[in-house]
């Protein structure tokens, strides 16, 4: 990671850690660095989620990237994984640029940067751009005070480009494989990016769609609803009698689930479910499924009942996909709903996840209830503890005293995992036992050497 540029992009509070200035000059770069290596202007697509916000940062890039010479296409309010698809399947796009801060509350925002592939930008061109942001021009082999303008006829222009979005509609209504006439399915839209687009989908294959939280206000994104606020989606599949339920998040690249029963079906179970049934029908590559060291306890003991491999990696949707790429495998992601079908897509993609989970129901003919069930999760508990220095809090040895006396009392009945967000000032304390009790007890015993070591913030 970088100074300003985390797993998942560069992140922060709107105007505070992530300003107007940051997204022109992030724009400033990409412009002419692209336009520079082809010696042309560069082309870039930028989409943007729902926040208030985001409609500031998208004129700030827009702005800067048309002043070093790009010409930038416009897809409007749409998802994540719908600028992955434009610029990896239509030609001379040289960029992608999505302005979302993904799950996390209304006035944080973020820019996440696409490379020409549809893949997240590589740490090289990051570096550069993080040099520029610092002033450090000479190590981009820039002579002056900044990077120079584009003036008349190369200043960059804008184009609407709904058209981009629409074809990435097509394109997921394409990967069904049977009409959904008939099933009664529920979407929680997180008042985010798939506002419109999941119900277009689920309408256009013909399943009766009750939707929830899509009356976006640029400040209600993700706010008790969404993936990571399933409840309301799990008590109205109930209330309604709905035989499924996809929540997605702010910007549509995660996806979680809800059977029939109102039971939660997290990315774990998502991923044994659809491992299991591309086994079965001979389609999982060299037999592997990328996890992440989240993935529960439970998700490894039934994958082994089954003759099913699995790699972990580190926690990021990111490192999932290096992994896959790096060794062929087809399927991998994370139990917060990153799901990545390489086959399809380049990145995580809440409504392609969806389709898929579609496809298990109906070419199986049973319901989500039944196709989880051969799983038993162990208990968990995530426990984020906001820190003044994610390293010196991790690092501290009495704390990392602390984590080795947990694993030795866990024994093989269970782990404990320490970590640095990704995207967030905090300290990440999860366990895994046979019992919540004991997982509360543990990560408890954690959370107060860090407390009493100094490193909580207002502590």
């Known amino acids: ?90 030609e001379d796009f040289d960029c992608g640029i999505m302005i979302s801060a993904s799950h996390n509350p209304y006035y944080d925002n973020g820019i996440k940067l696409i490379n020409a592939r549809g893949e997240k930008m590589d740490e090289e061109t990051i570096l550069k751009i993080e040099a520029y942001l610092d002033g450090d021009l000479a190590s981009l082999g820039v002579e002056g005070e900044d990077l120079p303008y584009a003036v008349r006829e190369e200043i960059g222009c804008t184009i609407d480009y709904a058209a981009g979005r629409n074809r990435y509609i097509g394109y997921l209504i394409s990967l069904a494989t049977r009409s959904y006439r008939g099933m009664r399915v529920g979407l929680d839209c997180a008042n985010g990016s798939a506002w419109m687009i999941a119900k277009s989908v689920f309408d256009a294959l013909g399943a009766k769609t009750y939707v929830i939280h899509a009356q976006p206000d640029g400040t209600n994104i993700n706010t008790n609803c969404g993936s990571t606020h399933i409840e309301s989606l799990q008590a109205f599949v109930k209330e309604k009698g709905l035989d499924v339920g996809f929540a997605f ?62 790699e972990k990696t580190q926690v990021g949707d990111k490192y999932v996909y290096e992994n896959m790429m790096q060794n062929g495998h087809r399927i991998g992601g994370e139990q917060s709903g990153h799901i990545i079908f390489s086959k399809y897509a380049s990145t995580g993609d809440g409504i392609l996840t969806a389709i898929k989970m579609m496809e298990v129901i109906l070419e199986r003919k049973t319901t989500l209830s039944k196709l989880a069930e051969p799983v038993k999760i162990y208990p968990q508990l995530l426990q984020n503890v906001r820190v003044k220095s994610k390293p010196e809090a991790k690092n501290d040895p009495l704390v990392q005293a602390a984590v080795q006396e947990v694993e030795r009392d866990l024994g093989s009945n269970g782990r404990i995992l320490v970590r640095e967000s990704g995207t967030e000032p905090v300290i990440r304390v ?29 502590e």
Not at 13 to 31: D, K, Q, S, W
Not at 42 to 60: L, Q
Not at 72 to 81: A, E, I, Q, R
Not at 438 to 452: E, G, S
Request: aromatic share 12%.
């Open 1 to 90: 990671m970088g100074k300003y540029f985390g797993t998942d992009g560069f992140r922060g509070e709107a105007n505070v850690t992530l300003t107007v200035e940051h997204a022109y000059r992030v724009g400033r770069f990409i412009g002419w660095y692209y336009s520079a290596q082809k010696g042309s202007k560069c082309r870039v697509v930028i989409g943007k989620d729902t926040r208030r916000s985001s409609y500031m940062f998208e004129y700030a890039l827009v702005a800067g990237l048309t002043a070093s010479g790009a010409d930038v296409y416009l897809l409007h309010v749409t998802t994540t994984p719908s600028i992955s698809y434009v610029v990896r399947t239509e």
């Open 249 to 310: 998040d702010g910007d549509a690249d995660r996806c979680l689930a809800v059977d029939e029963n109102g039971n939660v079906v997290d990315g774990d179970l998502i991923l044994y479910i659809y491992g299991r049934y591309m086994k079965e029908r001979g389609k999982l590559v060299n037999n592997t499924v990328v996890t992440t060291v989240m993935s529960n306890f439970g998700l490894y003991k039934a994958f082994d009942a089954i003759g099913i491999d699995y």
């Open 430 to 458: 999860m366990v895994e036992a046979e019992n919540q009790e004991d997982c509360k007890r543990y990560v408890k015993r954690v959370v107060d050497v860090i407390r009493a070591q100094g490193h909580i913030v207002g």
